[in-house]
């Protein structure tokens, strides 16, 4: 699997409207046949932050991912919309997805 998280910041007059022009691109990627997971979360501190987490079956659908024509249309929207330019970490690791966290459970109230 690969995972990749990218942390977007935004340019400030353009914060509040990311997640709706962003959509289209957020929804292709899911429907892409190698995602597994695409998730945009919003910082807590800095509303101008926001961050990416993405995964992919492997190093095929990774590459499908990024010639596909709605990756290359986002990368030109996100272009005109960030602050600075993103930061990155990309890494290839075993598993299919998210495991369960083994400290915290649910316990009855």
């Known amino acids: 699997m690969i995972f990749i998280a990218v942390k977007f910041t935004v340019r400030p007059e353009k914060s509040d409207q990311w997640l709706s022009l962003t959509e289209p691109f957020t929804l292709a990627t899911r429907a892409e046949p190698g995602n597994i997971f695409f998730e945009w979360s919003r910082s807590a501190e800095n509303p101008n932050q926001f961050v990416l987490l993405e995964a992919f079956a492997g190093q095929e659908a990774g590459?499908?991912?990024?010639?596909?024509?709605?990756?290359?249309?986002?990368?030109?929207?996100?272009?005109g919309l960030v602050a600075s330019t993103p930061e990155i970490i990309n890494v290839e690791t075993e598993g299919t997805g998210w495991g369960e966290m083994a400290e915290v459970k649910p316990r009855e109230q």
């Open 63 to 79: 590459a499908a991912h990024v010639q596909s024509d709605h990756f290359k249309e986002a990368i030109e929207l996100m272009s």
